[in-house]
């Protein structure tokens, strides 16, 4: 979890309203709970996907196919219920 401090900045604005921040707390414990069901390997992949790595670099890098890397990329897509990349790097911010 200590790698995904690295891919995305932290917040620097404050959160304003209380009930907001209640709302928030909720999100980022779902969010930290639905990147906890991954394996250390989706997690590996995951990281390189949200630094914008492509497939074939992400499978140099851990040292598997880029079948290998198709394949966990899909299960970590299904694993955090996100539709789109965009969606991911969503859950994973709301998470740090």
Do not use: F, W
Request: positive net charge; contains cysteine; charged residues 30%.
């Amino acid at each position: 979890m200590a790698q995904l401090m690295t891919v995305v900045p932290a917040r620097t604005k404050p959160i304003d309203d209380a009930d907001e921040g209640d709302d928030r707390s909720s999100a980022n414990a779902s969010a930290k709970a639905r990147l906890n069901a991954l394996t250390r390997r989706q997690r590996e992949v995951m990281i390189g996907v949200c630094e914008g790595l492509s497939n074939k670099v992400i499978a140099e890098r851990l040292d598997i196919s880029q079948r290998t890397v198709e394949y966990h990329r899909a299960q970590v897509m299904k694993r955090t219920a996100c539709a789109s990349l965009r969606d991911l790097i969503r859950l994973v911010m709301r998470a740090s």
